[in-house]
């Protein structure tokens, strides 16, 4: 069984610019949640998607957004990137165990 | 609002050696679950062991056990004839499950630990 797939894999943006994350879940897992994770504030919950809506959300400003779709795929964009918007953002998908998260790689953003 | 508060940021331990990765939290939920992931370097983030607060048995994984003490809130991990591959970073976490959704797996608003480094010395 595939794991989770995280694209891409490493990128770099300037301030100001936008970016759009790509995560595929595990087959037949409904549950795709979004982190960010940085050195200074470790992981941080972003949102949840579960059957193409979004079923919690963590504290983060309107600029960072998800969906997903109707094969569970999920995208999150940030939109005007700020320096510290620089982090890895990792994707997890979850079937049946609460708070069991598979997850992919991660990808790293860069904001220069 | 939960907290969970890993107070050591790095450690090291011999390898064949068991060492304690110590984890302490906060919450006003009656229902939750806790967990231990591990993150090698440069490789994805993998659950590692996780406890029910119900359940009063601490949970084993092999050489992962965890000393869960519910009224000090306490979940500490060890780690048993350490070996090199547990090089990582660990982090603790806690969920409590949206009510209405019962152990759906749906609620993935895990709140980590700060998380610890840990190095096994060959």
């Known amino acids: 069984k595939a794991g989770v797939t995280q694209t891409p894999r490493y990128l770099i943006k300037t301030r100001g610019q936008q970016v759009t994350l790509s995560c595929s879940p595990i087959?037949?897992?409904?549950?795709v949640s979004w982190y960010q994770q940085t050195p200074g504030q470790g992981l941080q919950f972003l949102f949840e998607?579960?059957?193409?809506?979004?079923?919690n959300k963590g504290n983060f400003p309107g600029r960072f957004s998800g969906r997903q779709f109707s094969n569970s795929r999920s995208e999150m964009n940030v939109s005007t990137l700020e320096l510290g918007d620089s982090a890895l953002y990792l994707c997890?998908?979850?079937?049946?165990?609460?708070?069991?998260?598979?997850f992919g790689e991660g990808s790293r953003l860069t904001v220069l | 609002a939960q907290t969970v508060t890993q107070s050591q940021p790095e450690m090291s331990v011999q390898e064949a050696e068991t060492v304690t990765l110590s984890c302490t939290y906060d919450?006003?939920?009656?229902?939750?679950?806790l967990f231990w992931y591990k993150q090698p370097p440069s490789r994805q983030m993998i659950l590692v062991i996780r406890?029910?607060?119900?359940?009063?048995q601490n949970a084993t994984e092999n050489r992962f056990s965890v000393n869960f003490q519910k009224a000090a809130k306490s979940f500490s991990l060890k780690i048993s004839d350490s070996q090199l591959g547990d090089t990582a970073m660990y982090f603790c976490a806690l969920v409590a499950p949206t009510p209405h959704l019962p152990d759906t797996g749906a609620n993935s608003k895990l709140t980590f630990g700060k998380g610890i480094t840990l190095s096994v010395r060959p």
């Open positions: 997890a998908s979850s079937s049946l165990m609460a708070g069991e998260l598979f």
């Open positions: 406890q029910e607060a119900y359940k009063q």
């Open positions: 087959s037949g897992h409904r549950s």
């Open positions: 919450t006003s939920e009656s229902n939750y679950y």
């Open positions: 998607y579960f059957s193409e809506t979004q079923r």
